[in-house]
C-alpha cells in the first residue's frame, strides 16, 4: 500500500471511518472500523498524522494513537464543518478531517492526560450538582407558591421556607411530606457541593500556578484551579488577545467595505472559564471605591453600564492571567 501521510478519523460510540491520503494527495485508504478494530489498526500502520474532531472520548483516542507512534492532532468540529462537501455521512466527516488538517492557518486542541482530565472531572461535578440544586430549589419555591407560601430570594435563604412549610397547618400534609423528601435531596446536595469544593481547594492549594493565579483580584481558588486545569499549554495562544478571543470575551465583528462593525461578545471558546471570570470582576465592581481601585476601573463605570464593565474587566483578568501562565511569572498590583 502507498505510504499514508495523513489520516482522518472520523469517531463515534461503535463505528469509526478512516481516510487516508497519499503525498499527492490522492485517497489510499477509505475504511469503516467497528470499536474494538481501530487500535489494531493502527497499529499496524507506520507513524503519521491522525487528525480527529475534538468532541467526547477524542482525547482517550489520541492518547491511544500517540502510545502506537501516531501524531494527533486535535480540530475543533467547527473548523471542519466547512469541508464537508454536499451530504452529510461519516465518510465524508472522515475526509473533511483529513482536508481540514492539512491547512497551514488551521488552529488545533491540545489532547489532555488522564491525569488533567480527572482533575477537570471536579469541576464538571461540581456544575452539575449546582445546577442540580438549583434546581431543586426553583421547584420547591413553585410548589411552595402554588399554596401560598413564598420566601426571600437567594439559596442561602431556603431553609428558612421549608422550615416555614413544615410547620404551616394550611398545607396539606402530603404535600409537607413531599416538601421535607425535596429538603432531604437539597441537603444531601448541599453536602456533595461543599466536599467537591474541599477537594478543589485542596487541589490548589498543592499547585504553584494555581495559587499565582489566585492573587489576580477577581480570582479565587475556583477560578484559579479552572484556569490551571484548563490551560496547560499557554503556547496554544499566540498573545494575551487571542487567548481573550478565545474565552469569548471580544465583541462579535461584521465589518465590510471598510466599515467597522461590532457587536456584542461572541461567547466562544470554554463557558465555564468565561462565566468564572464574569462573576469575578462584578465581585470587584461590587467593592469598587474611590482611592482604593483601579482608575481605570473607576473610569470605565463612569461612563458604561456595570454589566458591559464586568466582561471589559473579565477580558483584561484573563489576559492578566495568560501573561503569568506563559511568563511564569506572579501577579504584581498596580500599586505595587
Known amino acids: 500500500m502507498t505510504k499514508v501521510i495523513r489520516i482522518g478519523l472520523d469517531t463515534s460510540k461503535h463505528v469509526f471511518q478512516v481516510h487516508g491520503v497519499d503525498a499527492s494527495e490522492q485517497r489510499v485508504v477509505r475504511k469503516k472500523l467497528r470499536r474494538g478494530e481501530v487500535e489494531r489498526f493502527f497499529a499496524a500502520l507506520p507513524p503519521t498524522l491522525v487528525g480527529l474532531e475534538a468532541c467526547g472520548g477524542s482525547h482517550h483516542w489520541a492518547r ?6 501516531h501524531t494527533v492532532r486535535l480540530l475543533p468540529p467547527q473548523y471542519v464543518k466547512p469541508y464537508v462537501k454536499r451530504g452529510k455521512n461519516d465518510a465524508a466527516d472522515a475526509e473533511a478531517i483529513c482536508e481540514a488538517m492539512s491547512r497551514p492557518s488551521m488552529r488545533f486542541v491540545a489532547a489532555r492526560t488522564a491525569e488533567n482530565q480527572a482533575a477537570l472531572m471536579l469541576h464538571k461535578a461540581r456544575d452539575l450538582l449546582i445546577k442540580q440544586r438549583t434546581m431543586l430549589v426553583n421547584a420547591i419555591r413553585g410548589h411552595a407558591a ?9 439559596v442561602g435563604r431556603i431553609a428558612a421556607l421549608i422550615e416555614s412549610l413544615a410547620v404551616d397547618e394550611t398545607v396539606p400534609e402530603l404535600a409537607r411530606e413531599l416538601f421535607a ?3 432531604a435531596q437539597l441537603e444531601a446536595l448541599e453536602h456533595q457541593v461543599r466536599r467537591l469544593e474541599a477537594r478543589l481547594k485542596a487541589w490548589h492549594r498543592t499547585n504553584e500556578l494555581s495559587q499565582r493565579l489566585a492573587a489576580i483580584p477577581g480570582i479565587g481558588p475556583i477560578g484559579a484551579t479552572a484556569l490551571a486545569m484548563k490551560i496547560p499549554d499557554p503556547g ?6 487571542h487567548f481573550a478571543a478565545w ?3 471580544t465583541p462579535k465583528d461584521h465589518s465590510t467595505a471598510g466599515r467597522q462593525r461590532l457587536g456584542g461578545i461572541t461567547r466562544a471558546g470554554d463557558e465555564t472559564l468565561r462565566r468564572v471570570l464574569v462573576s469575578g470582576a462584578m ?7 474611590p482611592r482604593h481601585s483601579s482608575p481605570w476601573l473607576l473610569a470605565l463605570l463612569a461612563r458604561k453600564p456595570r454589566k458591559l464593565a464586568a466582561v471589559a ?4 483578568m484573563a489576559r492578566i492571567a495568560w501573561a503569568l501562565i506563559a511568563r511564569n511569572q506572579t501577579y504584581r498590583s498596580a500599586a505595587a
Do not use: C, D, P, Y
Open 283 to 289: 465581585a470587584v465592581i461590587q467593592r469598587a471605591r
Open 181 to 183: 423528601e425535596l429538603a
Open 247 to 249: 474565552l469569548g470575551l
Open 146 to 154: 402554588e399554596f401560598g407560601v413564598t420566601g426571600a430570594k437567594g
Open 313 to 316: 474587566l473579565a477580558n483584561k
Open 236 to 241: 496554544n495562544f499566540r498573545s494575551a488577545r
Open 64 to 69: 491511544v494513537l500517540m502510545r502506537l507512534g
